[in-house]
């Protein structure tokens, strides 16, 4: 619970206007954006919610077939809302402030747990008093001010949407518990997500169990030119046949799936190194090729908790609970999206610190947009960036917030200025060593035009293939050009297994196959490892 005035004319029209939000940090931030007349106070999360088991059932329904569900399946699903646990003495507070207002503003969240939290403390605070919703993407005073201007009615379509799904979560996967109680073991919890989540995982495991390794051998040459400069390549066939690699063989019995290929053990290649290391080796081919990179789109819910996993090592629940607390300080917009969306204004601020921060090379000529994947995406929301208008530099935050809460802010400040720079430009050069029959083959990545690499490089899921693909220079050689053989090395190389999910590759994987929704993923992936389901490794 929060209670905040402020001395500035509010201009609302109102003498004493009540404000809900959910939280007493968000009323803390929004009581000083509004003007005198307002009294911004906390509903502390949702006031009505289902019953907790049959012990909650108002005395009217304790005999009915359904009350340990709390919905009357015998009366088109009517689900029976009863007041938690510790609620009423809020309640009475927020009905006491009530009396003395004049208007009631519902600041709760703009999606569906907002709007139905909104609509549930209408029915329980019953107002006589005219009643605005109030909705926005951040909490900065223009955000908040524009709000004011523009309120709207509770979306019946959203509330609706909201008690739908929680009733069929109640209708399915409240059976299923007890269920698990008597055929596995107390307390276990079955949920629509948390058992697809558990499965994948469980599949993945057994896929890694029916592995069976492979061992090829290969050699890598180190050859040099008239002027000393060296190269380091592997080889890549012999008297045209290919040498294999993991994709080559049968990860269910570790052999070969083409035959024609050369499979080398750590003798026929010593061997095969001790014949070819005298001889002649020339440049028979040399492929430079231009490649563009653009850049990521901003944050949305799930991309945030991936990243925040890599880059910074946080679980999806550590890395929620500082963005919620980032957005309710007014420094980010809201963090439950799954739009890469930006509004203009942002657009127009990533812009002029781009000119600013990297110089009119890096700043493309139109502005950049960006189209969400994910099934379903509620379009209606921004994607996750700075709040406010011009954004705040990390730098001045850098005294105001914690740790967590700078380097997560410091990420989304960096990836929303990159979504809006030049494209990354390179060249992809690939050198082919002949001789003695052998093909070799090394391939370098040079970077002309690092772009939006300056600001922002994503993390990777496979760190090992990402240092494979780093910047690499090789040495200038030509066509024809004669190398000479300084060393060749015969090495071995064994095919692994598929890795194990991260809480980044789970969430991915859960978004891609379209499974829940972003904002649940922190508290599916804490619940499965809480509840033993599953354990980290």
């Known amino acids: 619970m929060a209670k905040k005035k402020t001395n500035s004319a509010g201009g609302n029209g109102h003498s004493n206007a009540l404000v809900i939000v959910e939280s007493p940090a968000k009323a803390k931030t929004i009581g000083k954006y509004l003007g005198k007349g307002f009294t911004v106070e906390a509903s502390i999360g949702h006031v009505r919610d289902l019953p907790e088991g049959a012990k909650q059932i108002p005395a009217k329904y304790k005999d009915a077939p359904w ?133 994948m995982i469980v599949e993945r495991e057994r896929e890694r169990m029916k592995f069976v390794c492979a061992t090829w051998w290969d050699l890598l040459g180190m050859f040099a030119k008239e002027t000393g400069q060296q190269l380091e390549a592997a080889l890549v066939s012999v008297d045209g046949r290919k040498i294999p690699v993991g994709k080559d063989f049968d990860s269910a019995t570790g052999k070969l799936k083409n035959e024609e290929l050369m499979l080398l053990d750590a003798q026929s290649s010593q061997a095969l190194a001790d014949r070819i290391r005298s001889g002649e080796f020339r440049v028979t081919k040399v492929e430079d090729k231009p490649y563009t990179t653009r850049p990521y789109p901003p944050f949305t819910t799930s991309t945030l908790q991936q990243e925040a996993n890599r880059k910074l090592g946080f679980t999806a629940r550590r890395a929620m609970q500082v963005a919620q607390s980032l957005y ?116 370098g990545k040079t970077i002309d035009f690092p772009g939006y690499l300056r600001a922002y490089v994503e993390g990777s899921d496979d760190p090992d293939a990402d240092l494979a693909d780093q910047e690499k220079a090789l040495p200038s050689v030509t066509e024809g050009e004669l190398l000479k053989c300084v060393e060749l090395t015969a090495k071995d190389h ?44």
């Open 328 to 443: 309710e300080n007014g420094h980010i917009t809201y963090m439950r999206t799954d739009s890469t969306n930006l509004a203009a204004v942002a657009v127009d601020d990533a812009r002029r610190l781009v000119e600013e921060q990297y110089g009119n090379d890096y700043l493309p000529a139109e502005p950049r947009s960006y189209k969400s994947k994910v099934k379903n995406a509620q379009e209606a929301h921004e994607a996750i960036r700075p709040a406010g208008h011009p954004f705040e530099v990390p730098q001045a935050l850098s005294q105001t917030l914690n740790a967590d809460e700078f380097k997560l802010f410091d990420m989304i400040w960096k990836r929303t200025i990159a979504s809006q720079m030049a494209d990354s430009r390179g060249r992809r050069i690939t050198i082919t060593i002949e001789g003695g029959g052998c093909v070799f083959q090394v391939s």
């Open 67 to 199: 009350k340990n569900l709390g919905v009357n399946v015998e009366d088109n699903f009517t689900p029976i809302y009863v007041v938690p646990p510790g609620k009423s003495k809020q309640i009475k507070l927020l009905k006491d402030q009530l009396k003395k207002a004049d208007a009631l503003y519902l600041a709760t969240d703009e999606d569906r747990e907002g709007e139905a939290i909104s609509w549930h403390l209408l029915e329980v605070l019953k107002p006589k008093v005219p009643v605005h919703r109030l909705v926005f993407n951040e909490i900065t005073k223009d955000a908040i001010q524009e709000a004011l201007k523009s309120p709207r009615k509770v979306d019946d379509g959203l509330v609706r949407a909201q008690e739908t799904r929680r009733i069929l979560d109640r209708l399915y996967g409240y059976e299923v518990s007890p269920l698990l109680w008597r055929k596995v073991r107390p307390k276990l919890s079955a949920g629509r997500v948390q058992s697809v989540a558990v499965r």
């Open 494 to 537: 064994t095919t692994q297994p598929p890795g194990r999910y991260s809480e980044a590759s789970l969430t991915k994987a859960l978004e891609e196959k379209g499974i829940g929704r972003p904002s649940t993923y922190a508290s599916i992936i804490e619940t499965i490892q809480a509840r033993n389901y599953v354990f980290k490794k």
